[in-house]
């Protein structure tokens, strides 16, 4: 899907009308009284280049315009974004499909209309009026207005593009009066090079005579045999000693000294010591130096008794017993009892417990804040210990009409916010917020209380939710589906047309 539009649309069959004009899309009943009312905003919004929430937009006027009988069963789409909005009232219906799975959305959910923002990849979607048939695989709907029970976009499908021309077309030939194609032309053909031949091994090359022009290049010569140098003496080379090496005798073999036997060799051979092991019994070793808290060694080969530890040198930390532990002892140290689990404190209805600290008049305050959040009083954080408490209202919502929400448990805010799941199920609290123009959504804006904090959660509204903080002019758009937190003072637009204050003081 891109901004300009969809994939392939294609008509379902049935009785109502459809549309496709700018890439967005309506189907409706022609016999409803705001028919023609839906397509001029069609129409509108595709002349002035509107995205699918500008058409939601103005579809939502319409229908809280002619809210005086029963819901006007029609629905719109188109693109915003990487997304889609999609508007569904009365027994309409509508399904986008995405890579997560379809949502589904049916105006017979609401007592007025439904609107979602459906964000990421989307790869269809599909509006159908009731008795709707099947579409035909071959039958495309390229835009404008007919006869139909409902439209289906299929962004996976893409019209295959036309392929460009290998070369340019006659047409774009200049115009001579003789003209050949480039790629066409042969290379005229090349004669074949004739090398010499090479010369025998026994035979010598034949040389040849003078001859008149270019001559071939004379073919390479092998390299001479390699030859050894002659022996030349090197001034590098050091002269050979005049004494015969430490390895060699000092003497020949036939002038032998009268107290060498003649049946041992004059030297040892390499592999072997150049000593003789003595055979006089070694004299006692002297008696050790260091005292020793072990039997001495036995007289002999020194080899100490396998039954007798030895320890050579004074005594290690190793040989004696490890110091008391200093310190109070712990119960790892003595068992005893276990250690008393911190106390709870009771829970007060339905308040969270949270860590906070106490002001001088005993304010329970958020322990990250430097003043008390009723009497304004300084919290000097090194002399307060935070404790678990239940947690008190965090402050009050003030709508522009003078609505006060008090902010002690989630709320969910929309215009027909008591059918909400969240409400159903027990986790918030409704606070419808309509406006004329119909920019509120059914399910539009979620407030969580996380801790001490207050977030603010688009439910994929259609118009979206607008922050400004405090001190800022400007205001910003918050993601769908994803927290937001929001501190005192900041303003909230639900919308296009409605705001809210968030104010913290408590006293």
């Known amino acids: 899907m891109t901004d300009q539009g969809f994939g392939v649309v294609r008509p379902l069959p049935g009785n109502g009308l459809v549309a496709y004009v700018g890439g967005l899309l309506l189907v409706c009943y022609a016999a409803e009284s705001a028919a023609d009312d839906l397509l001029g905003a069609l129409r509108e919004t595709a002349a002035s280049g509107g995205d699918g929430r500008a058409l939601a937009r103005r579809a939502a006027q319409v229908l809280a315009a002619n809210m005086a009988g ?97 070369r340019p077309l006659t047409s774009e030939m200049p115009a001579t009066a003789f003209h050949i194609e480039a790629d066409l032309i042969q290379p005229p053909a090349q004669p074949p090079v004739e090398r010499p031949p090479y010369p025998l091994a026994d035979q010598p090359p034949a040389v040849p005579g003078p001859a008149s022009g270019p001559q071939p290049a004379p073919p390479a010569m092998d390299p001479p045999p390699f030859l050894p140098p002659q022996e030349q003496p090197s001034y590098l080379t050091p002269p050979e000693p005049p004494y015969p090496p430490p390895h060699e005798p000092p003497y ?36 050790q130096q260091f005292p020793s808290y072990d039997e001495p060694l036995p007289a002999g080969n020194g080899a100490p008794d396998p039954q007798v530890p030895q320890h050579l040198g004074p005594p290690d930390h190793y040989d004696q017993p490890a110091p008391p532990l200093l310190g109070q002892p712990d119960h790892f ?73 008090p902010l002690e448990s989630d709320y969910l805010l ?21 406006s004329p123009d119909g920019s509120v959504s059914r399910r539009h804006l979620r407030v969580a209380l996380d801790g001490w904090d207050v977030n603010l959660v688009d439910l994929g509204s259609v118009n979206g939710t607008q922050i400004q903080p405090p001190g800022d002019p400007n205001f910003y758009d918050i993601p769908p589906n994803e927290p937001v937190t929001i501190a005192p003072g900041t303003t909230v637009r639900v919308g296009v047309s409605r705001t809210l204050r968030f104010e913290a003081h408590r006293g």
């Not at 003649?262 to 592999?271: A, D, G, K, R």
Request: aromatic letters at 4%; hydrophobic letters at 30%; a negative charge.
């Open 414 to 434: 929309g215009r027909d916010p008591e059918r909400a799941p969240e409400v159903a199920g027990g986790t918030a609290r409704p606070a419808k917020v309509t």
């Open 252 to 287: 020949p073999p036939s002038h032998e000294p009268s107290f060498q036997p003649s049946h041992e060799p004059p030297y040892p051979p390499p592999h072997e010591p150049s000593f003789q092991p003595s055979t006089e019994q070694p004299a006692s070793l002297p008696e």
């Open 70 to 166: 029963d819901p006007v069963t029609c629905a719109v789409a188109g693109p915003v974004g990487g997304g889609v909005a999609v508007l569904v009232s009365g027994s309409a219906a509508a399904t986008i499909g995405t890579s997560a799975g379809q949502t589904r959305l049916a105006g017979s959910d609401s007592l007025t209309w439904a609107d979602r923002l459906v964000t990421g990849p989307v790869e269809s979607v599909e509006l159908s009026l009731p008795g709707a048939g099947s579409p035909h695989p071959a039958v495309r709907f390229e835009g404008g207005i007919v006869h139909g029970g409902g439209l289906v976009g299929d962004f996976t499908d893409r019209p295959a593009a036309a392929s460009a021309p290998s």
């Open 333 to 405: 140290d003595h068992p005893g009892p276990p250690p008393q689990q911190e106390q709870q404190p009771e829970q007060h209805g339905d308040r969270p417990l949270v860590y906070g600290v106490d002001c001088k008049n005993d304010h329970f305050n958020d322990p990250r804040v430097p003043y008390c959040a009723v009497c304004g009083i300084a919290l000097v954080q090194r002399t307060l210990v935070p404790y678990k408490g239940p947690r008190p209202s965090l402050g009050v919502l003030i709508l522009d009409d003078g609505t006060a929400l």
